[in-house]
């Protein structure tokens, strides 16, 4: 009998010290008795995650009807140019306290005369905008404190579908909100959020007011930034940009006060089960490359069309979109290993990455009506960033369309280019027509294309 008792106290031990295990690995928040609970976590975690105010102008520009050029003549603007002031808010995420750096999305700070920022202890600062990369929706802020928190990042090639996960935000400006949930699916892309999508998807609640705010997994690290929503609101499918991209881009802006983005230089598509049967391969997912530019890092690398690339730098590459966004988040000059299946078999090529932003860019890259001229970033007469024409064919299909060498593209559809990436972007797009407008000297010139 005596066996059998001491026998039950040393299960009943063994099966305490398990419960005991299990739940170690949980925050706890101790009171009458012990609960589970993310307060512990979330009490060293919320001070580093900031409300961000903005005030500003918003410029809008209408292109002015015929009729009313004939009524005022020659002289009678191309546009009419309005100026409206808005308020914004937003969130932040404190990621080095020391410098006081601040990690929020391009969108929440975009065109913001004043940034102001609110800490959880009630103090607010003026911020200053180190940089920022549209394409990607991330800028980079500071300001001038002492007694900071920051958030360590997470690496998020470890997140795994189903990972719990926390979100921290300003939504509608109500003041700090914590909503929580799990990792929904990654590597989300080809929603037209943004230029560059690599995100996670998530069903912790991201509402208006969010952006920006941190998305931290139980350890309290910061796995993500959130950046955007579908529908009106809350509907359990949100995004955010992964830490390491985060990481990559913000590394450049500190650097550079920009980004300098990877440019591989091949055109290309998904791989689908169809297409898969058809070139006898075991595996439905990858990028497949359709077109090399001559001269470029793939050209140099290796990288012949048909090539399939299915991971960069050891990592899994899912789709054409994925692999495009890790690419351009890699800065300039970033040696990449490309593992590819050609002709059935595995092979490893490297490649030190172009530049997106600086190199000349076939023009028939972008629309085949365009075919015959070459461009680059550049200014027109009057200042003003754009696309400009630095060679063009005579009696090419660009020629035909009435642009000429020196011609600063300064809008596509009413829509301001700065860049040939941004240009480019928009023309993946494929518009039906294609209205660009074009700074020729001190003129303005509005060419279409069908």
Do not use: C, W
Request: proline share 4%; charged share 25%; aromatic share 4%.
């Amino acid at each position: 009998m005596k066996k059998i008792v001491v026998n039950a106290v040393a299960i009943l031990t063994l099966l305490s010290a398990q419960v005991m295990t299990t739940q170690a690995a949980i925050p706890f928040f101790s009171s009458e008795e012990e609960v589970p609970s993310l307060a512990p976590m979330l009490e060293k975690v919320t001070p580093a995650v900031v409300s961000i105010a903005v005030e500003g102008t918003q410029v809008s520009k209408q292109r002015v009807p015929e009729m009313f050029k004939y009524f005022f003549g020659p002289n009678a603007p191309d546009e009419q140019v309005q100026e409206k002031p808005f308020k914004g808010l937003g969130s932040g995420v404190i990621i080095d306290a020391k410098k006081g750096y601040i990690v929020t999305n391009n969108h929440v700070v975009e065109n913001a005369n004043e940034i102001r920022v609110k800490l959880t202890d009630g103090r607010e600062f003026v911020a200053k905008k180190l940089g920022a990369d549209e394409q990607s929706d991330i800028a980079l802020l500071q300001i001038e404190a002492d007694k900071l928190s920051d958030l360590p990042l997470a690496d998020s090639d470890k997140l795994r579908v189903g990972d719990f996960v926390i979100a921290i935000g300003n939504p509608f400006g109500l003041g700090q909100t914590v909503t929580s949930g799990i990792v929904s699916a990654l590597g989300r892309s080809g929603l037209n959020i943004e230029g560059f999508e690599d995100f996670i998807q998530t069903d912790a609640a991201i509402n208006r007011g969010n952006s920006g705010g941190a998305l931290v997994n139980l350890k309290g690290q910061l796995a993500g930034i959130n950046t955007a929503i579908i529908g009106p609101g809350n509907i359990g499918i949100g995004f955010a940009i992964p830490s390491n991209m985060m990481k990559s881009l913000v590394d450049q802006i500190i650097e550079f006060g920009e980004v300098r983005r990877g440019l591989l230089g091949i055109t290309g598509g998904n791989l689908d089960a169809d297409l898969a049967d058809a070139m006898e391969l075991d595996i439905n997912q990858g990028a497949v490359v359709r077109e090399v530019s001559p001269d470029s890092a793939a050209d140099k690398a290796g990288l012949r069309a048909s090539d399939i690339i299915i991971a960069l730098n050891g990592k899994k590459v899912k789709s054409f979109h994925e692999l495009r966004a890790k690419v351009a988040t890699l800065g300039a000059g970033t040696e990449t290993k490309l593992t590819i299946l050609r002709d059935g078999k595995k092979q490893t090529l490297t490649a030190t990455l172009g530049d997106y932003q600086a190199a000349n860019v076939e023009a028939q890259e972008m629309h085949p009506a365009l075919e015959g001229a070459v461009f680059t970033n550049g200014k027109s007469e009057d200042g003003n960033e754009g696309i400009e024409v630095t060679q063009l064919t005579p009696r090419s299909p660009a020629a035909m369309v009435g642009l000429k060498e020196g011609d600063v593209i300064v809008g596509v559809n009413r829509q301001r280019m700065k860049t040939v990436a941004a240009m480019r972007d928009y023309l993946q797009q494929k518009p039906r027509v294609v209205a660009l407008n074009v700074k020729r000297g001190k003129s303005s010139v509005f060419l279409v294309i069908r």
